[in-house]
């Protein structure tokens, strides 16, 4: 047997809860600078379909968490940070949370993001391999508004599922009124929780900011409840593909823009052609221009027939062999109990129930465009 | 049985060679969902990538251990891939290979030199 991936574990940082991960079995790998478990006991499959049968516990603390604090008004803050996006801040209110994206100034996309409305100031969540230049970025064009400060002294747990709500509320009871992407604020014996019912896995559930000092206990005691069973980097890409949720690097990067990755529903008219506050982000020209006509390409979603996957960098034709793209994500969906994936197409090819064909070591194997989400969502709106 | 640095074993069945992955391997890939076999009556040699397992993690190869002849590969692995995490070492057998002299097998790693290699 041969292939597989190595990589070096010096150099990458470790998470607060490092040794509970390795206490809980947890294998660590390399992971955007980090050591990070991607799976434990269970294994993907099981830790996969546990998230969706009950709560699975992801660590999340790699990602980067910002506090955009007002200098003057939230309303001068609100629109500065909508200079970056092309994405309605202003209207966002107060104790809710919205989904963004910075863009360049050719359309591109340099890092996705969640973005909430605390009242007085924002808190804004990155990925870790951007967060870095998503701060600099952010100070460069935020500071006559807003100070821009990196919280480093807390974790960032998800706890995702049909049974999430019910193990949460043992702790805080009164994330039960919570609904789909609201935040709040919460006071438990862990510290202050700043909690969003939100995640990355297409179930009901909630992401939880703890301070580091509380972090392993809030942990230990969601882990202890019958329910919940910690949950790797494997299972939540597998669930979050099952979701048809983007992972920035793979599936959205500069050279795609939102409209060719199909998130225009994340540019709201007020950011649109004839809004009230329209274009005035970076790239407008192109993103208002692929709004209007549409882009050239579509991220679509596609089924492999059989069961091999058809996994990133598998190259998509037509019958008749015209390249047409690439596969940006793809593997097995464990709920799904088949091969996904998702990629690009020219948008001619991108109609759901189009036949394609994917290369796979060397042999052109049928692909058809099929609707995302591949397995329903169960927020709690 | 027999096993080479690519975690395979190897376990003699009359004049055949029966090849699979070991314990070790199964868990390293995790959860096995496609298998692809080679076809029967394939004349291999040593090194040639042979099969793909795909896991829920990558795509890896198995390698024929040694030159031969593929006469007989493990159908039940194509409907239930999962078997190879369940049973690697007995029932989610691979291929079976003909071979012209087995003496060629005392050149592998017994169970102790194996188990030594993977620590």
């Known amino acids: ?381 | 049985m027999k096993y080479t640095k690519e975690h395979e074993w190897l376990r003699v069945e009359g004049e055949l060679v029966v090849v699979g992955i070991t314990q070790h391997a199964a868990e390293a890939l995790g959860d096995v969902v496609f298998v692809e076999l080679p076809e029967p009556e394939t004349q291999v040699a040593a090194g040639d990538e042979v099969c793909v397992i795909e896991s829920v993690k990558a795509a890896s190869d198995i390698l024929a251990p040694v030159d031969g002849e593929i006469v007989e590969v493990n159908e039940a692995l194509s409907d239930n891939p999962g078997l190879v995490n369940e049973d690697p070492t007995g029932t989610a057998w691979f291929f079976k290979m003909k071979i012209d002299d087995l003496a060629v097998l005392n050149d592998f790693m017994d169970e102790d030199e194996y188990n030594e290699l993977i620590g």
């Open chain 1, 1 to 381: 047997m041969s292939g597989g991936k190595g990589g070096r574990v010096s150099d990458l940082k470790r998470l607060a809860l490092h040794d509970l991960h390795v206490a809980l079995g947890g294998k660590m790998v390399p992971f955007a600078g980090y050591e990070m478990p991607v799976q434990y006991g269970l294994g993907v499959m099981k830790e996969h379909l546990h998230t969706r049968a009950a709560a699975g516990l992801f660590d999340v603390s790699h990602m980067g968490q910002v506090i955009l604090r007002p200098k003057g008004s939230y309303q001068d803050t609100a629109l500065a940070f909508e200079g970056l996006m092309p994405v309605d801040v202003l209207g966002v209110a107060e104790g809710r949370q919205r989904y963004g994206l910075f863009t360049d100034q050719a359309g591109g996309i340099l890092d996705d993001l969640m973005f909430a409305n605390r009242g007085d100031h924002l808190f804004v969540v990155v990925n870790a391999a951007c967060k870095e230049a998503d701060v600099a970025h952010m100070q460069a064009h935020l500071s006559d508004t807003t100070g821009v400060i990196a919280v480093t002294d807390r974790a960032l747990l998800a706890l995702q599922g049909p049974q999430a709500e019910a193990a949460l509320a043992r702790i805080v009871p009164s994330v039960a009124a919570m609904r789909f992407m609201d935040v709040a604020q919460l006071p438990s014996g862990y510290g202050e929780l700043w909690i969003s019912r939100s995640g990355y896995t297409g179930e009901d559930g909630f992401e939880i900011s703890v301070p580091e000092a509380g972090a392993g206990a809030l942990a230990r005691a969601l882990l202890d409840m019958a329910e919940v069973e910690a949950i790797g980097l494997g299972a939540r890409d597998s669930l979050r593909l099952e979701a048809g949720l983007c992972l920035y690097g793979h599936d959205i990067d500069t050279t795609t823009s939102p409209v060719e990755a199909g998130l225009t529903w994340a540019i709201q008219k007020p950011r649109r052609a004839g809004g009230a506050r329209e274009g005035g982000f970076p790239g407008a020209a192109r993103i208002l221009r692929e709004l209007a006509d549409g882009p050239a390409r579509l991220r679509v979603g596609l089924r492999p027939e059989g069961r091999a996957p058809m996994r990133e960098g598998t190259e998509l034709f037509t019958h008749d062999g015209t390249a047409l793209g690439q596969v940006t994500s793809g593997g097995f969906g464990p709920s799904v109990e088949a091969p996904i994936a998702m990629g690009y197409v020219p948008r001619g090819q991108a109609e759901i129930g189009t036949t394609l064909q994917g290369e796979v070591r060397g042999k052109r194997l049928p692909v058809t465009v099929a609707a995302m989400p591949f397995q329903p969502t169960t927020y709690k709106r």
